[in-house]
């Protein structure tokens, strides 16, 4: 059986739409105590859980805990946490700084575009662990999509191309973020630091590996190692990917366009 893993829409769609747009109707009807919470506490507090603990720490009792109210409660503003995943995911999203990019260079807009999702991974690293091909509809995404599209404008993709062009860049901003949220996560919870590793590793490679069979992994191997002074830098593999990333997409615009665009940053 495939892994288990944390996606949005995996909730009632109907009743998540209604949470996410606050129409009338989303309340449940219930009997009990009078709410003492707004629906934006309840979110807020599984954010700040996930923040601290991660997704897995992520239970409707664990959050009714942050609030000081009882589990059951909790059930009366949120059907359940495949709900609340989206309220959060749609919370974050809103959050996001969505600053006037149109008088930059195209390189220059998608850059903030990419800088800005990888500060949110860096804010909320449990973002990278949720599978989002059913997004969450809400204001927040929907203002996020907006604002990331502008920075395609006027580059002379059809709307198919600029959706295309957006998913390239922020797939492979998610997939560097998960990377580095990995290497993090092995740096807090390992016995040892990467150099530790390594040394501890130095002597019985030396005896097993084969220089003269294996000599271009030998020779880029140690450049790669004594340039980032470990194995994988994840900030080195950012910064190269993006220029990749952005090179490819300037060759599509380019073809488009039909002029010279914009050098390398």
């Known amino acids: 059986m495939p892994p288990t893993i944390d996606r949005s829409g995996a909730g009632d769609p109907v009743r998540t739409l209604e949470l996410l747009w606050r129409r009338p ?28 603990e991660g997704l897995a720490a992520l239970t409707m009792r ?12 909790l059930y009366t503003y949120v059907p359940g946490k495949a709900e609340l995943l989206d309220l959060m995911l749609d919370m974050v999203f809103g959050e996001m700084p969505r600053p006037d990019l149109s008088g930059l260079p195209w390189r220059a807009r998608l850059e903030a575009v990419a800088r800005d999702n990888r500060d949110l991974y860096e804010r909320h690293p449990w973002v990278t662990a949720v599978s989002t ?33 957006l998913t390239y860049l922020l797939g492979f901003v998610h997939s560097s973020a998960r990377s580095a949220a990995d290497a993090r996560a092995i740096q807090h919870e390992g016995a040892m630091t990467d150099q530790q590793w390594w040394d501890a590793s130095a002597p019985i490679l030396a005896r097993v590996f084969d ?23 994840p900030g080195h ?11 490819g997409l300037g060759v599509l615009i380019e073809q488009r366009r039909g002029t010279a665009l914009d050098p390398p940053s």
């Open 25 to 52: 109707g989303a309340r449940p009807p219930h009997r009990g105590p009078r709410q003492g919470l707004t629906l934006d506490e309840v979110v807020k507090a599984a954010v700040r859980l996930a923040d601290a």
């Open 211 to 233: 220089a003269e069979k294996y000599p271009t992994a030998a020779r880029v191997g140690a450049a790669a190692g004594e340039a980032h002074n470990a194995a994988y830098s």
């Open 62 to 73: 664990r959050v009714a805990q942050e609030l000081g109210v009882g589990a059951m409660s």
């Open 133 to 165: 091909s059913r997004p969450p509809l809400g204001p927040g995404l929907l203002a996020k999509y907006e604002h990331e599209l502008r920075a395609f404008e006027g580059l002379g993709l059809d709307d198919v191309e600029m959706d295309d062009a």
């Open 237 to 247: 593999a950012y910064e190269f990917g993006l220029l990749r990333v952005l090179d």
